[in-house]
Nanobody, 118 residues
């Protein structure tokens, strides 16, 4: 059974930094694209950043220049470094991965709360 396990959320003051991690585990052949999404209370889940198998990255306009997505292929892990955090970055951050050779294809983590105080 494939699992995505996230860590690194928490409470931080505006202007601060956090780093999120998400590791894929279980039986599979390969992890393709990985990404981070966030969901503020009562809102839909929005894309934050993605990274492909050859490390091509995309970002939401609202986080460009502040957030950096990266991955460790050997560890099947994706990271999100968040600098210059703003109160509007508050939400639950979900990791997403496209996994080849497992029962499904799109997998989600359980979510990790990020709260930015003003």
């Amino acid at each position: 059974q494939v699992q995505l396990v996230e860590s690194g959320g928490g409470l931080v003051q505006a202007g601060g930094s956090l780093r999120l991690s998400c590791a894929a585990s279980g039986k599979f052949y390969r992890v393709n694209d990985m990404g981070w999404y966030r969901q503020a209370s009562g809102n839909q889940r929005d894309l934050v950043a993605t990274i492909s198998t050859n490390n091509v990255t995309t970002y939401a306009d609202s986080v460009k220049g502040r957030f950096t997505i990266s991955r460790d292929h050997a560890k099947n892990t994706v990271y999100l470094r968040m600098n210059g955090l703003k109160p509007e970055d508050t939400g639950v951050y979900y990791c997403n991965a496209k996994i080849v050779g497992a029962e499904g294809y799109y997998y989600w983590g359980q979510g990790t709360q990020v709260t930015v105080s003003s």
